[in-house]
């Protein structure tokens, strides 16, 4: 499954952006989803999740600043990022997966990220 990542930008520090992940031939609430994000020379990194139930989790980095939803109208996972810090620099994937316990298996390839540079 591949999935396509988009609503990425320039904003300054303290600004917000909403990233959303769409896939065709998927149904997003039945998997969970997550976000990661990396930097130049550095390695990925989780952001949140959001399990199959609703269940919501996030980095130290980020939790009170960003909340991860699904729309299920619109079969899409959303990334809101509030007091965007330029640390939170980074492209961003999202993926879904199978998730039970420590156990984590992908179903879906990864998209082309969404760029998100936060100015100070």
């Known amino acids: 499954v591949q999935l396509v990542e988009s609503g990425g930008g320039l904003v300054h520090t303290g600004g917000s952006l909403r990233l959303s992940c769409a896939a065709s031939g998927l149904t997003f609430s039945v998997y969970a989803t997550t976000w990661y994000r990396q930097a130049p020379g550095k390695e990925r990194e989780l952001v949140a999740r959001?399990?199959?139930?609703?269940?919501?989790t996030y980095a130290d980095s980020v939790k009170g600043r960003f909340t991860i939803f699904r729309d299920k109208t619109k079969n899409t996972a959303s990334l809101q990022m509030n007091n965007l810090k330029p640390e939170d620099t980074a492209v961003y994937y999202c993926?879904?997966?199978?998730?039970?316990?420590?156990?984590?298996?992908?179903?879906?390839?990864w998209g082309q990220g969404a760029q998100v540079t936060v100015s100070s």
């Open positions: 993926a879904v997966q199978l998730v039970s316990g420590d156990f984590v298996q992908s179903i879906s390839s």
């Open positions: 959001i399990s199959s139930g609703g269940t919501a």
